[in-house]
């Protein structure tokens, strides 16, 4: 059986204020056969009933909404025992609420723009474990990271600190490899992959697997395209 036989169908609860976006992911969604949108929410404040009953592998989450914007949701997600993965679509003018997104924990954060192949890699990364951040958005996503107050995040650390297979680990994290992938791209066992992300962890002083993509871009280890 080959891997794509062994995958499993993701499914998604899409959260949008327009009509369009939803029914334009769900086309999209049955096009493939490798997600299935079983819920779609209007506004935020209509997320947390959803998952709950719906329990869904990954939210799409919309930034800009007119009741409950997107970092509040997710805010509100988060008081969640066990909630999925969030992967944020945004546009270039974001950079306010990816601050909330941030705060809050957000695992992913692409172009709302962006469709195919490269959404359905996104999504699928963030269901494994990783994190995803779009080149076309990293300096946006960057520049909110760096605006943070210092209260709400460690003080940046620089890579020197890190051996040279961190560092590599570091990288594949940045270009959105899962820990299975690394670990066949480095020659290396899940569970040493794991190891060496928790070692990257300390000594960069961050939290979770975004805040560490971001410190890879800082330090220039992805390169980050103009807009």
Not at 127 to 151: H, K, M, N, Q
Request: aromatic share 4%; charged share 30%; with cysteine.
């Amino acid at each position: 059986m080959t891997p794509d036989a062994e995958r499993k169908r993701i499914r998604v609860v899409v959260v949008d204020d327009q009509l369009l976006v939803r029914e334009g992911l769900r086309r999209l969604f049955d096009a493939t056969g490798d997600f299935e949108m079983v819920g779609e929410c209007a506004d935020g404040d209509e997320v947390v009933a959803t998952v709950v009953a719906l329990a869904p592998d990954l939210v799409l989450m919309d930034m800009r909404m007119k009741r409950v914007d997107g970092g509040t949701a997710i805010r509100d997600l988060s008081e969640l025992p066990d909630r999925p993965p969030v992967l944020v679509l945004t546009t270039f003018d974001d950079a306010d609420t990816l601050r909330d997104a941030l705060r809050a924990g957000a695992e992913g954060f692409m172009l709302k723009e962006s469709v195919g192949i490269d959404l359905a890699r996104a999504m699928r990364t963030l269901v494994e474990g990783g994190a995803w951040i779009d080149p076309a958005v990293a300096a946006t996503v960057l520049a909110a990271y760096r605006s943070t107050d210092e209260g709400d995040r460690p003080p940046s650390v620089g890579i020197d600190g890190l051996t040279d297979r961190e560092v590599e680990v570091l990288r594949c994290m940045a270009i959105g490899r899962t820990n299975r992938e690394i670990a066949d791209e480095l020659f290396i066992s899940e569970r040493t992959v794991k190891t060496h992300i928790g070692h990257v962890f300390t000594k960069l002083e961050v939290r979770d697997r975004v805040a560490a993509v971001l410190r890879a871009y800082e330090a220039g280890l992805v390169e980050r395209p103009s807009r």
